[in-house]
Nanobody, 115 residues
Framework: QVQLVESGGGLVQPGGSLRLSCAAS????????MTWYRQAPGKQRELVAT???????NYAESVKGRFTISRDNAKNTVYLQMNSLKPEDTGVYYC?????????WGQGTLVTVSE
């Protein structure tokens, strides 16, 4: 079955960096786009970044120039490198994919940006 497992969250000071990972299994990872979402406390979940099977990327305006999404098909893993973090980047970060007509989500990893 499809599984997505995020890791790498934690507490970081403003201006700091974190790298999130999402390990995928149960499907042909290299054939599918992968997306990172986040949900801040009291807010709706929002798209952060997407990478297609061919490696094309797209970002939310709020993270452009600071975040980088990448994938390693040999490791079935998608990454989110987050630099110059701001308090408003705080939230639970999820990875997501669509396989056929189904969507799959990981359990999320918490990122807290605070002094």
């Amino acid at each position: 079955q499809v599984q997505l497992v995020e890791s790498g969250g934690g507490l970081v000071q403003p201006g700091g960096s974190l790298r999130l990972s999402c390990a995928a299994s149960g499907f042909t990872f290299s054939s599918y786009a992968m997306t990172w979402y986040r949900q801040a406390p009291g807010k709706q979940r929002e798209l952060v970044a997407t990478i297609t099977s061919g490696g094309n990327t797209n970002y939310a305006e709020s993270v452009k120039g600071r975040f980088t999404i990448s994938r390693d098909n040999a490791k079935n893993t998608v990454y989110l490198q987050m630099n110059s973090l701001k308090p408003e980047d705080t939230g639970v970060y999820y990875c997501r994919t669509e396989v056929g007509q189904f969507e799959f989500w990981g359990q999320g990893t918490l990122v807290t940006v605070s002094e």
